[in-house]
């Protein structure tokens, strides 16, 4: 076989391999949690506790009993960045029906308050680091990719688990029929 010849072949199970990865890692992300996975995942949560960008530590479990959109983030992440607005007008449409939605900020605190007061969010925003990447873990995310949506009933249980940018046709679609 040419030099050629090796190169092409070679080339051929490199893009295989890669586009096995990717069908593999596409499968995983749709994955669904099983019931007691979900129980786990909303439990991990509600144990969990991490500063807000004014340093005050906010016990999860105090949103307790509330629809929760709960999104994990960073402002380095483009996607992140871009469904931040359309979380925003989620929380002003649904507050008084009870949504409280909590953004959890993987990054460094000066960014997200920064981040925060220019974007004008209206909703609880607390920051960590691998602490809050072993939550979004707990709750469903095994590949630590952003961002991440997790959505929670009034009884406290995972209803739906979104990884990478949501849409929010698909967020009301479920909030509906929660709140």
Avoid at 35 to 49: H, M, N, V
Avoid at 102 to 126: L, R
């Amino acid at each position: 076989m040419s030099k050629l010849g090796k190169l092409m072949l070679y080339v051929a199970i490199a893009f295989g391999a890669i586009t096995a990865g990717f069908i593999f890692k596409a499968h995983q992300m749709t994955s669904q949690l099983s019931s007691t996975e979900k129980q786990a995942g909303a439990e991990s949560f509600f144990a969990a506790s991490l500063p807000d960008i004014e340093g005050n530590t906010q016990s999860f479990s105090q949103w307790r009993g509330n629809v929760l959109l709960v999104n994990f983030w960073a402002t380095w992440c483009a996607p992140c960045r871009e469904e931040i607005p359309d979380f925003i007008e989620t929380q002003d449409k649904f507050r008084e029906q009870g949504l409280i939605l909590v953004g959890v900020a993987i990054d460094q605190k000066e960014k997200v308050e920064a981040f925060s007061k220019e974007f004008a969010i209206n909703y609880p925003v607390v920051v960590g680091d691998l602490d809050a990447f072993s939550l979004a873990e707990a709750m469903g995310n095994p590949q630590g990719a952003l961002p991440y949506t997790v959505m929670i009933n009034r009884s406290g249980e995972i209803v739906d688990t979104h990884l990478g940018r949501i849409h929010m046709d698909k967020v009301e679609k479920i909030l509906k029929s929660l709140l």
